[in-house]
């Protein structure tokens, strides 16, 4: 799986466990790290839980995915899963203002969610 779709793919998951304000950033041009930085809040620690435990189960259970690394823990209400090329931050709201990764990264293109069209032309980017 190419890493654009990986981080979409990501966004979907966590927007299946109601994530909030979720966003991928195209860091490419910005850094040799990753390609993409995936960013969802969550509202509480067992929502934080839900959001990473169904990108990280359905990652392996559909492609056979798990992240190199994982970093944070619930308490600390940011936890980072890293899948080189895509790195997804899953935080709460107050961790996510305090950090601002959007405003660090500020350069940084926002991948745009795809959107249906009318009489069924299929989605637009």
Avoid at 17 to 32: F, G, N, P, W, Y
Avoid at 75 to 98: C, G, K, P
């Amino acid at each position: 799986m190419d890493s654009k779709r990986l981080a979409l793919r990501c966004r979907a998951l966590a927007e299946s466990k109601k994530a909030e304000d979720v966003v991928i950033l195209d860091v490419r041009k910005l850094s040799t790290i990753t390609d993409y930085f995936v960013l969802a809040t969550g509202t509480s620690e067992p929502h934080l839980r839900a959001i990473v435990d169904e990108i990280v189960e359905k990652l392996e259970t559909e492609h056979d995915l798990r992240p190199h690394a994982r970093d944070g823990t619930w308490q600390s209400n940011w936890v980072v899963l890293d899948y080189f090329d895509v790195i997804v931050h899953v935080m709460r709201a107050e961790t996510r203002a305090l950090y601002a990764l959007e405003s660090l990264w500020g350069d940084a293109p926002r991948v745009r969610a795809r959107r249906a069209t009318r009489a069924g032309a299929g989605p637009v980017a």
